[in-house]
């Protein structure tokens, strides 16, 4: 039985094809600008492409943020992709003084550039298993993803479970905390690695 999965569209994220992707994992889902449909939801997914600033400010003016929080802290299942997992911090050091949800303490850090390491990183990377992420469980140990960034989510924010990336410093690659998930890399331009990441999650989250 399929999953209803409600995938925010707020005006800062790559919609179209997050919602192929979804769907190519075996989900129902519904592409949503109004607020009052999150309270209905399975899950949520809050993809986000863009400037820190940009992103919490189309999120904020969507009115999305307060329902997001409501379900968040209900147990609802929240799914962050990219800058959507970054805005689940305190904030970043993109746009200093814009607040992030705040749902994960820490912040957003620039990755500096250093010999054999341009910013943003683009390219693949591998993904280092640690305790036992819902999205990551039985992953291949030499699995790799695709990102696109020059912000990462530092490996001393508190989450246990998850999967570290190195590029000059290590950083959260994806990540499970409660009810909270999330993936700095585009899933759907990780291929196969990336379609079973997100199977896990309709296998493993939303049952």
């Excluded at 949520?44 to 400037?51: D, E, K, L, Y």
């Amino acid at each position: 039985m399929s999953a209803g999965v409600l995938l925010l569209d707020y005006g800062a994220g790559n919609v179209r094809s997050a919602a192929k992707a979804l769907e190519r994992a075996g989900m129902d889902v519904r592409v949503s600008a109004q607020p009052a449909d999150v309270a209905h939801a399975d899950a949520v997914v809050v993809p986000g492409q863009g400037h820190f600033r940009q992103v919490m400010e189309a999120f904020d003016t969507s009115g999305f943020h307060g329902p997001v929080m409501d379900a968040a802290r209900a147990g609802t299942p929240l799914l962050g992709i990219c800058v959507g997992m970054q805005m689940l911090l305190d904030g970043s050091e993109e746009a200093p003084g814009v607040p992030g949800l705040g749902l994960v303490p820490g912040t957003v850090r620039r990755f500096e550039v250093a010999p054999g390491h341009k910013v943003p990183q683009m390219g693949w990377n591998g993904l280092e298993l640690r305790g036992d992420s819902p999205l990551l469980r039985g992953l291949d140990a030499d699995a790799y993803a695709y990102f696109v960034h020059s912000y990462y989510v530092p490996a001393d924010v508190p989450v246990d479970d998850g999967a570290l990336a190195h590029y000059g410093v290590p950083f959260w690659a994806a990540f499970s905390r409660g009810n909270l998930h999330a993936t700095q890399f585009h899933p759907e331009k990780s291929g196969a690695v990336g379609l079973g990441i997100l199977d896990r999650f309709r296998r493993h989250v939303l049952g």
